[in-house]
């Protein structure tokens, strides 16, 4: 049904009800391809309004944009299909790329169901369905329900095993279960998939210690360390592993190739300095935590890190003034790390400095 005609210059549009819905279409289901969904569409009740939208865009910017039709939730999308004798799979050469950012921001704002709603009607249309199962289970995994939430992802893999996502989930969720066999074998596939995901050697080392796995924890973290010969985290991990193992040896070696290394990497600041700490060579510490606070300045844990140097030192004005930065800023962070003070400073430094 016609609502208003517009008239610009020589040219006259009719825009509809459904116009809207011709928009959403588009963008969300054809990517803007105007002239694909013509075609997929032609002879249908919205087709008067594609080639409207076309006609609107060769003259006017910006016509197939979310601020021409959101929102458009669920149950309103069914209505329009009804209303305009469509279904899901009217849209044969769909790419329904549109729609996966849609469900996360619905899910979100925690409206689980209508985001599963949404997949369903995907499921529907045979859209890409490895994909959207997996979507289907990381949802039900954020909405609580692990049990739905396993079950979709393993469903995904079956169909594609390549779904890296898919076992990076499942290794959490199992992990988190106390199921820590289940965990690693997920771990396993996602390196097997993605060899340069660093991360996960170290939640697939995890694992292994918990199941008591100690020799395939410490295998890990070896390819871990040819992979990544620059990685002092790997390292310290080792060392501490050896240290669980009995290794006394093993575990001095490691130590003693932390101590003569130098960070590459942030964030191997910290598990570094705190070996360091108790070798106390804490101007080393003092100068590798400057030269990446020259970089990045506005890394807190840096800053922790100087705050012990310096109480060590005596520069108790130095420590302060940090500190004073922390109260004022982030003082969340603070209080998250002040194990560190409790660690490597005695009761005597931590008073002189007044922080007792």
Not at 126 to 153: M, P, Q, R, Y
Not at 227 to 256: C, F, H, Q, W
Request: aromatic share 12%.
């Amino acid at each position: 049904m016609e609502i208003i005609r517009l008239k610009y210059g020589e040219n006259t549009f009719a825009i509809t009800e459904t116009l809207p819905f011709s928009i959403a279409i588009l963008d969300q289901i054809y990517d803007g391809d105007i002239y694909l969904a013509i075609d997929d569409l032609k002879g249908s009740k919205i087709e008067g309004d594609l080639i409207c939208i076309k006609n609107l865009a060769n003259l006017f910017d910006d016509i197939i944009a979310p601020e021409n039709y959101a929102p458009i939730e669920f149950e309103e999308f069914k209505e329009y299909l009804r209303e305009t004798d469509l279904t899901i799979k009217s849209f044969p050469r769909g790419t329904f790329s549109g729609f996966q950012d849609k469900v996360l921001a619905i899910a979100d704002r925690g409206d689980y169901e209508s985001a599963q709603q949404f997949l369903d009607m995907l499921l529907e249309a045979s859209v890409d369905k490895a994909t959207v199962c997996e979507l289907k289970g990381t949802i039900f995994l954020e909405s609580g329900n692990e049990d739905e939430g396993i079950n979709w992802l393993q469903r995904a893999l079956k169909i594609d095993p390549s779904l890296v996502t898919a076992y990076s989930f499942l290794g959490q969720t199992f992990y988190n279960r106390g199921e820590f066999n289940e965990a690693a074998a997920y771990w396993e596939k996602e390196i097997a998939s993605s060899p340069d995901h660093l991360v996960t050697y170290f939640m697939l080392t995890d694992a292994y210690v918990n199941a008591g796995r100690m020799e395939e924890a410490l295998n890990v973290l070896k390819s871990l360390s040819e992979r990544d010969p620059d990685s002092i985290l790997t390292k310290v991990e080792m060392a501490e592993l050896y240290g669980k193992m009995g290794n006394s040896e093993m575990r001095k070696k490691m130590e003693e190739e932390v101590l003569s290394a130098r960070p590459v990497y942030i964030n191997d600041m910290e598990p570094w300095a705190k070996v360091q700490f108790k070798h106390s060579n804490f101007d080393i510490v003092e100068e590798s935590a400057k030269k990446f606070l020259n970089d990045d300045p506005d890394r807190p844990e840096l800053k922790m890190l100087l705050v012990v140097t310096f109480m060590k030192k005596g520069k108790c004005s130095e420590a302060k003034r940090l500190l004073e930065g922390f109260e004022s800023e982030q003082v969340w962070y603070y209080y998250g790390k002040k194990e560190l003070f409790d660690e490597y400073l005695t009761e005597e430094e931590r008073r002189r400095c007044g922080i007792i």
